[in-house]
């Protein structure tokens, strides 16, 4: 079983940034989609990136431009990268592994933009 662990949350004012990142416990790393959900109070969790064993990015229209995942497979890390924070992005940010029939989740991290 793959253990992630977020950490890089936080309280910043609008406009600022984060780094999010996420270590898995998984000598193979390489080989799995990684990816980003946030759940704001009241809402589903959504997915806002995600990035593949290749290196190829998606992005929820509501982050595209804002924010930016990226891997270091050297590491076990995914990261992400968030720039004009607005309160709507307040939300706790999970991370998330997939390959073939192996998934986990981390415990999230909680991100508060005050406006």
């Known amino acids: 079983q793959v253990r992630l662990v977020e950490s890089g949350g936080g309280l910043v004012q609008a406009g600022g940034s984060l780094r999010l990142s996420c270590a898995a416990s998984?000598?193979?790393?390489?080989?799995?989609?990684m990816a980003w959900y946030r759940q704001a109070p009241g809402n589903q969790r959504e997915l806002i990136a995600g990035i593949t064993s290749a290196g190829t990015t998606n992005y929820a229209e509501a982050v595209k431009g804002r924010f930016t995942i990226s891997r270091d497979n050297a590491k076990n890390t995914v990261f992400l990268q968030m720039n004009s924070l607005t309160p709507e992005d307040t939300a706790v940010y999970y991370c998330?592994?997939?390959?073939?029939?192996?998934?986990?989740w981390g415990q999230g991290t909680q991100v508060t933009v005050s406006s």
């Open positions: 998330y592994c997939r390959w073939i029939l192996s998934t986990a």
């Open positions: 998984t000598s193979d790393f390489g080989m799995y989609y």
